[in-house]
């Protein structure tokens, strides 16, 4: 009875290197026919033909780029705050550089204080980008601050 399923085991295996190896001579066959320009499948048809380009009439050119914010509110991220800082802090800070529409402080749930960064919205994009620059590197609360565009989620 082993002789049996031993035999059956063989032919099977024979079959499937014999499939496989049909498989890749049918798709060396077909990259070839497509190297030549003709489509696999269609016997004898001839390459297609495609239209002349002048060299006058290609364009190279950078990709349309997503437009910056520059009407409305702008949120800035704070980094490196100390735990001790807090929303009213931020605001006095940052005040200093134009009207602030929102301040958020994010707090740790388990020990009540602030998780180390915060954010700032400004009304207007030139406010926050002074903001950004003249703030980020100088230290609060005896820790250095890194203030920059906030990303969204």
Do not use: C, H, Y
């Amino acid at each position: 009875m082993s002789w049996a399923v031993t035999a059956g085991k063989r032919e099977r295996e024979a079959r499937r290197d014999r499939r496989k190896k049909e498989k890749q001579e049918r798709l060396e066959r077909n990259r070839m026919m497509r190297a030549q320009g003709r489509e696999p499948g269609a016997a004898g048809l001839l390459p297609q033909q495609l239209p002349e380009v002048k060299l006058e009439d290609v364009v190279i050119g950078v990709a349309p780029q997503a437009r910056r914010n520059t009407t409305g509110p702008v949120r800035l991220f704070v980094g490196g705050i100390s735990w001790n800082t807090t929303a009213e802090d931020l605001r006095s800070v940052f005040g200093n550089f134009g009207a602030i529409e929102d301040v958020a402080v994010p707090m740790d749930r388990a020990t009540g204080r602030s998780r180390g960064f915060g954010f700032v919205t400004f009304s207007k994009p030139e406010e926050a980008t002074e903001a950004a620059a003249r703030m980020n590197g100088t230290t609060l609360d005896g820790r250095t601050l890194k203030v920059n565009n906030a990303e969204s989620r």
